[in-house]
């Protein structure tokens, strides 16, 4: 079992930044894959960027790239989301996953392990 804990979430202006952490403890040997997803009421959870465990590839959703970067460090077993020029509508619930598929996910369905999640909250 792989557990994930997030950090770095809160209440922020537009324009703001605000850095979000994931560590991950447990069997860290079994991921390849580790991802950020957010979530708003009455909505799906969407893909906000991913990154592989070993190597350096990621993905970002086209919504927040050139504003947010997903980031790593293995020594630590965390997981960054630095995330700039917030919007309004980046307000959400903001969840760390890992998963044990191989290459950059973006499916949620892909990911094994998930964390509780750390609200974000930007207003103008």
């Known amino acids: 079992q792989v557990h994930l804990v997030e950090a770095g979430g809160g209440l922020v202006q537009a324009g703001d930044s605000l850095r979000l952490s994931c560590v991950a403890s447990?069997?860290?040997?079994?991921?390849?894959?580790m991802g950020w997803f957010r979530q708003t009421p009455g909505k799906e959870r969407e893909f906000v960027a991913a990154?592989?465990?070993?190597?350096?590839?990621?993905k970002h959703a086209d919504s927040v790239k050139g504003r947010f970067t997903i980031s790593k460090d293995n020594a630590k077993s965390t997981l960054y989301l630095q995330m700039d020029s917030l919007k309004i509508d980046d307000t959400a619930v903001y969840y760390c996953?890992?998963?044990?598929?191989?290459?950059?996910?973006?499916?949620?369905?892909?990911?094994?392990?998930w964390g509780q999640g750390t609200q974000v909250t930007v207003s103008s």
């Open positions: 996953a890992a998963s044990q598929t191989l290459g950059i996910v973006t499916d949620r369905g892909a990911y094994d392990h």
């Open positions: 447990g069997r860290t040997h079994s991921i390849y894959s």
């Open positions: 990154i592989t465990w070993i190597g350096m590839s990621t």
